[in-house]
């Protein structure tokens, strides 16, 4: 349960200490208690999103009710434990106004990266590796809970990058999702650019052992080629997984 700035107990959202309109600051430090993350441009954005209609003063200052407080709690828990779109998130809060029950999915179980087992991997990998399906920018968007200056950002840095007619490979949503929680903890598009710079350097060792198979007349000779790239991307997630394990337990020592 989150306490108010003033130490008084209430419910999760409490925005002061006789429930009255406080200022996004105070908002944000009733929130950190439940969600450290959460940042004041967290918030704006779920403004903008229209997620929370904030009061404003004359001279333009938010003023949150009691009610704003817990609606963006409600919100970040959505986030965090079901890894809903914000979309989806709008639509369930929307249904619970009007008095409606929409049952939502099982909390999600994120998984260890560090301890994927090799099966696990190789079925990342494999899925990664198949024919991939388009998707357009609206459906990306929708998909992930981002916003559109948010993607643009991630494109300029290449963590996402659209095919000429402006389609996306349905393993962007998987990529952008992954960006965004990171953001969650402060890691911003350009601290990404070495992860990605690793991963095109890891794609091209990969890509310089399977090429000449790639090249030969034989069809089943190619038809390997693509499963020896399956395997070695494989092996390279959990070379690289364990080798960030080793420098975060030398770090720890």
Same mark, same amino acid.
């Given at each position: 349960?989150?306490?108010?700035?003033?130490?008084?107990?209430?419910?999760?959202?409490?925005?002061?200490?006789?429930?009255?309109?406080?200022?996004?600051?105070?908002?944000?430090?009733?929130?950190?208690?439940?969600?450290?993350?959460?940042?004041?441009?967290?918030?704006?954005?779920?403004?903008?999103?229209?997620?929370?209609?904030? /009061?404003?003063?004359?001279?333009?200052?938010?003023?949150?009710?009691?009610?704003?407080?817990?609606?963006?709690? @409600?919100?970040?828990?959505?986030?965090?434990?079901?890894?809903?779109?914000?979309?989806?998130?709008?639509?369930?809060?929307?249904?619970?106004?009007?008095?409606?029950?929409?049952? &939502?999915?099982?909390?999600?179980?994120?998984?260890?990266? &560090?301890?994927?087992?090799?099966?696990?991997?190789?079925?990342?990998?494999?899925? *990664?590796?198949?024919? *991939?399906?388009?998707?357009?920018?609206?459906?990306? &968007?929708?998909?992930?809970?981002?916003?559109?200056?948010?993607?643009?950002?991630?494109?300029?840095?290449?963590? %996402?990058?659209?095919?000429?007619?402006?389609?996306? *490979?349905?393993?962007?949503?998987?990529? *952008?999702?992954?960006?965004?929680?990171?953001?969650?903890?402060?890691?911003?598009?350009?601290? &990404?650019?070495?992860?990605?710079?690793?991963?095109?350097?890891?794609?091209?060792?990969?890509? /310089? %052992?399977?090429?000449?198979?790639?090249?030969?007349?034989?069809? /089943?000779?190619?038809?390997?080629?693509?499963?020896?790239?399956?395997?070695?991307?494989?092996?390279?997630?959990?070379?690289?997984?364990?080798?960030?394990?080793?420098?975060?337990?030398?770090?720890? @020592?």
């Amino acid at each position: 349960m989150l306490q108010t700035p003033s130490g008084g107990a209430g419910s999760s959202g409490t925005a002061g200490a006789e429930g009255r309109p406080v200022s996004i600051g105070t908002v944000l430090t009733v929130l950190r208690e439940e969600f450290p993350e959460v940042t004041i441009s967290k918030i704006r954005f779920l403004e903008a999103e229209g997620l929370v209609e904030p /009061q404003r003063t004359p001279s333009g200052y938010r003023k949150f009710r009691p009610v704003d407080v817990e609606r963006l709690a @409600q919100v970040l828990r959505m986030q965090r434990d079901h890894y809903l779109p914000l979309k989806v998130i709008r639509e369930h809060l929307d249904a619970l106004e009007r008095g409606e029950r929409i049952p &939502l999915p099982a909390p999600g179980q994120p998984r260890d990266a &560090l301890d994927l087992p090799e099966d696990a991997c190789e079925a990342v990998v494999a899925e *990664a590796s198949a024919p *991939a399906a388009r998707i357009g920018r609206d459906e990306l &968007l929708a998909a992930t809970g981002v916003t559109e200056a948010e993607l643009a950002e991630w494109e300029s840095y290449g963590l %996402v990058a659209p095919h000429p007619d402006g389609a996306f *490979a349905a393993d962007s949503v998987a990529v *952008a999702r992954l960006v965004a929680d990171l953001g969650r903890f402060g890691l911003e598009p350009r601290h &990404l650019r070495a992860m990605k710079a690793a991963a095109d350097r890891e794609a091209g060792l990969v890509e /310089q %052992v399977v090429a000449p198979l790639r090249r030969h007349r034989n069809p /089943q000779t190619r038809a390997h080629a693509e499963a020896t790239a399956r395997e070695l991307a494989g092996l390279s997630v959990r070379l690289h997984a364990a080798l960030v394990q080793s420098a975060l337990q030398q770090r720890g @020592q």
